[in-house]
């Protein structure tokens, strides 16, 4: 291992000992919720699906993929943060551009109250997320270089 490495490696593992134990069992909690609830959900309409609309089960691949990938983060919370950026901005982009135009038109739906209620859920993203960390490695860090 080159110098540049090791110190690539310590330089890693201080910036995970930033982020507080507590944190990483709540991240752990959340991909495993995510992982487990979700794709308990998921993962039958995949595996039993009838016909559906093409978007539909393109929808539903995605979230099962998300809820695979999850687990993941159960063993590296902080390298699997970008499924949570991930997670955090569908839901918000899908409440904004579809849920609330609808919302002012008036009542909302059933079916679309319902998938505003599963989506809301996705409020607990940034409460859990470690915002100092994440400030440090994707805002302030210089990014992987081009070429």
């Known amino acids: 291992?080159?110098?540049?490495?090791?110190?690539?490696?310590?330089?890693?593992?201080e910036a995970a000992h930033d982020v507080p134990l507590w944190r990483l069992y709540l991240l752990?909690?959340?991909?495993?919720?995510?992982?487990f609830l979700m794709g308990m959900q998921i993962w039958p309409i995949v595996l039993q699906h009838g016909t559906m609309t093409v978007m539909r089960?393109?929808?539903?691949?995605?979230?099962?993929a998300l809820s695979a990938v999850a687990i993941l983060?159960?063993?590296y919370p902080l390298k699997m943060l970008p499924?949570?950026?991930?997670?955090?901005?569908?839901?918000?982009i899908w409440l904004?551009?579809?849920?609330?135009?609808?919302?002012?038109?008036?009542?909302?739906?059933p079916d679309m109250m319902e998938t505003v209620i599963n989506t809301s859920v996705g409020i607990v993203v940034p409460l859990v997320l470690p915002w100092r960390y994440v400030f440090a490695n994707y805002v302030k860090k210089p990014g992987d270089r081009w070429r």
Do not use: H, N
Not at 28 to 35: E, F, S, V
Not at 57 to 64: C, D, I, K, R, S
Not at 83 to 92: D, I, Q, S, T
Not at 96 to 109: D, N, R, S, V
């Open 73 to 75: 983060g159960l063993r």
């Open 28 to 35: 752990r909690l959340l991909y495993g919720a995510i992982a």
């Open 96 to 109: 904004a551009a579809f849920a609330l135009p609808e919302a002012l038109k008036g009542p909302l739906g």
């Open 1 to 13: 291992m080159t110098i540049a490495a090791e110190f690539q490696t310590l330089a890693q593992k």
């Open 57 to 64: 089960g393109v929808a539903f691949a995605m979230l099962a």
């Open 83 to 92: 499924l949570l950026f991930f997670e955090l901005m569908w839901k918000a």
